[in-house]
């Protein structure tokens, strides 16, 4: 009998750190992953056919905000309008936000809207709705509507 719990330890034995080896290598892995993947070593494919930006003055020239109001005497703000797009280029994920103020302070955000395309010289309405009843609205009240970024088309290269 004791042979055979003898070869029952011995294997027990190898299968254990058979285990701990092959553990030890994949956290090593693990490890090794996380250490190159700061570093970049590999890298995605570019999106060739846009260029991603999030200067507002660039997105200004391109895309203009117009006939914007807002709804009054209703239990939330809701601010329209439309955007102009003045370019040739198409316009993806633009994100437009709304910030309302009392007196030149924020006091917070309405929805915010995710445009998925705004075809060259094309116009797109949207409605953002505020949590604000406007049927108490202080005198010093005010909102800014603005593009917080977007991608737009690259010129194709010829």
Known sequence: MKPFFKRLLEHALFTFITLMIFFLCVMLSIKLWELFEDRHFYSEPPEE???????????????????????????????????????????????????????????????????????????????????VSTNKLPSQFSYKVFFSYGQRQAAKKI
């Open 49 to 131: 056919d846009f260029d991603y930006t999030d200067s507002h003055e660039e997105m200004s020239k391109d895309l203009q905000l117009h006939s914007i109001q807002t709804e009054p005497n209703t239990e939330s703000l809701t601010i329209t309008g439309r955007i102009q797009n003045n370019s040739s280029a198409l316009w993806q994920g633009v994100h437009l936000d709304v910030i309302y103020y009392v007196e030149d302070i924020e006091m917070g955000r309405c929805d915010s809207s995710q445009i998925e395309d705004i075809n060259p010289k094309g116009t797109y309405y949207f409605s953002s709705t505020c949590p």
